[in-house]
């Protein structure tokens, strides 16, 4: 049985290292990309089952890409979680009339993300013999 | 008739909300308001700073905090000590989350703008000045015994 593939696109190497570590416990593929650009290109490599979105990104913005996404129809059904600093209504909005399933606003805490994005996907725990040790 | 440019929005209450939101939500570090600034003499410290334009605003904030607590930050954040890059990251990232809250604040009170991307610099503390048609909030926070400067220039426009 093949892993869920989870795509977290954000310009800040610190936001994709808390995303991946959220997802530390789960057993999952991940990918990452730095901005919307590279973020459609993984996404169509590697078709993931749920992409975690920035909202905003040098090169390609959030919107731009999941504008992209949604004329393409290899990723126009492609679940997005939506990741992001800012949290005006007009935003959210027109991040909602693109489909997105899900907003998160940034500081986020992991149960939160977790519980987002197992309302969308099936994710099991890995076995805890496989689970990295807690950092102190 | 008259049309104010001062701001509807108090961005000390929102520069104080994003702050303490940030520390107890992604760091679990608790935050006082410090009674006076970091007077530590030649005391070097990363200075984060994000811009927030639009057709009526011309805002920057600033995040100033040690080389310690950023790199006490970073650890909290990625899960394991950071190198030069990842400090520099994770404290952009800081100030990113809370020039996003004040961008919000800004485009609900009428002054919609365009979120720049965090400009990382190290040196000596900086203090923002305002001019007569430009409003400054400064704050001063403490961590255990680091200290934490966040400073709101904005200049708006009828």
């Known amino acids: 049985m093949s892993l869920p593939k989870i795509l977290s696109v954000d310009d800040s190497r610190t936001m994709r290292m808390m995303v991946k570590r959220a997802f530390r416990n789960f057993q999952c593929e991940l990918f990452e990309a730095a901005d919307g650009a590279e973020g459609l290109a993984a996404a169509l490599a590697n078709k993931p089952d749920l992409i975690v979105l920035d909202y905003n990104m040098p090169v390609m913005d959030g919107v731009t890409m999941l504008r992209n996404m949604r004329e393409n129809p290899d990723l126009k059904r492609t679940p997005v979680i939506m990741l992001s600093a800012e949290d005006s209504n007009e935003i959210i909005s027109t991040v909602a009339r693109l489909g997105v399933r899900d907003y998160i606003i940034k500081p986020f805490e992991d149960e939160n993300l977790l519980s987002k994005v197992t309302r969308i996907i099936n994710l099991e725990r890995k076995p805890e013999s496989d689970q990295p040790a807690a950092v102190l | ?158």
């Open chain 2, 1 to 158: 008739m008259m049309i104010s440019t001062r701001l509807p929005v108090s961005l000390a209450e929102t520069a104080e909300r994003s702050l303490k939101e940030i520390f107890s939500k992604q760091l679990k570090l608790s935050l006082l308001p410090a009674e006076s600034a970091d007077e530590t003499p030649d005391l070097k410290v990363f200075h984060a700073s994000v811009s927030i334009t639009g057709e009526r605003v011309k805002a920057s904030v600033l995040l100033q905090i040690s080389e310690a607590f950023a790199a006490k930050a970073t650890k909290i954040l990625i899960g394991c000590d950071g190198a030069g890059e990842e400090i520099e990251d994770a404290t952009g990232e800081l100030c990113n989350m809370i020039s996003g809250r004040v961008k919000s604040e800004l485009t609900t009170a009428g002054f919609p703008g365009i979120l720049g991307t965090p400009t990382i610099t190290f040196g000596s503390r900086i203090d923002l000045r305002n001019t007569t048609d430009s409003e400054l909030c400064r704050t001063e926070w403490i961590c255990g015994t680091d200290h934490i400067n966040l400073q709101i220039l904005t200049h708006t426009q009828p």
